[in-house]
Structure formats: structure tokens, C-alpha cells
């Protein structure tokens, strides 16, 4: 088993950015698939993003392409979110979760999941 640990989230304006972090440990880190979930209050939890194991490919949901980049260092553990441009409806908690070999958008194929970070846009 993976532990992840979400960071760097909080409140900031419309047309801002943040960076999340998530640090793993447990595992060899470079096994993993990397990706990253949202959830807004009353919806499902949706997909933002995920990278491969060796960071060589990447996929986004279409409302964040453009606006937010997924990144690994594989050297620290570590799994980034950097995003700009927040909007309003970008406000949800949003989680790191790993997976097993080939990337994925499908929630269910993520196993290890971290505690959440919550992520406030206002307008």
C-alpha cells in the first residue's frame, strides 16, 4: 500500500493560481500511476488529471485543460497539481490518488487515496 499526503490548498481569487503537493510513502513510488480528483459539495467525484509512472504522459478532463498541469518527481515522491486561472466552480476538495500501471480518468481504478485538500475560488 501507498499513503498519500495532499498540501497547498486554501482560498484564493478567481484568476488565481495554487500548486498541490502530495507526497507518497510506503511503496515504490514509480510503480504508480498519479491522479488527481475533485469533489464539489452535493456531486460526484470527478476527474482532473493523471500522469504515468514515468511522467511521460498526462491526461485532463476537458474544464481544466489549459488551465492546470500535472507533474511527478519521482525523486521526492511527489505528485504536483499547478493551476491557474481558478474559476469559482474549480472550489472542491480535491484529492491525490495512485494506481497500478496504465494511466486512467476512471475513478475506480485508483485504490490508494489521500485525506483531501480543500480548494476555495471566489469571485
Known amino acids: 500500500q501507498v499513503q498519500l499526503v495532499e498540501s497547498g490548498g486554501g482560498l484564493v481569487q478567481a484568476g488565481g493560481s495554487l500548486r498541490l503537493s502530495c507526497a507518497a510513502s510506503?511503496?515504490?513510488?514509480?510503480?504508480?500511476?498519479m491522479g488527481w480528483f475533485r469533489q464539489a459539495p452535493g456531486k460526484e467525484r470527478e476527474f482532473v488529471a493523471a500522469?504515468?509512472?514515468?511522467?511521460?504522459?498526462?491526461n485532463y478532463a476537458d474544464s481544466v485543460k489549459g488551465r492546470f498541469t500535472i507533474s511527478r518527481d519521482n525523486a521526492k515522491n511527489t505528485v504536483y497539481l499547478q493551476m491557474n486561472s481558478l474559476k469559482p466552480e474549480d472550489t472542491a476538495v480535491y484529492y491525490c490518488?495512485?494506481?497500478?500501471?496504465?494511466?486512467?480518468?476512471?475513478?475506480?481504478?485508483?485504490?490508494?487515496w489521500g485525506q483531501g485538500t480543500q480548494v476555495t475560488v471566489s469571485s
Open positions: 510506503g511503496r515504490t513510488f514509480s510503480d504508480y500511476t
Open positions: 490518488a495512485a494506481k497500478f500501471y496504465s494511466i486512467s480518468d476512471y475513478r475506480h481504478d485508483y485504490k490508494n
Open positions: 500522469i504515468s509512472r514515468s511522467g511521460a504522459n498526462t
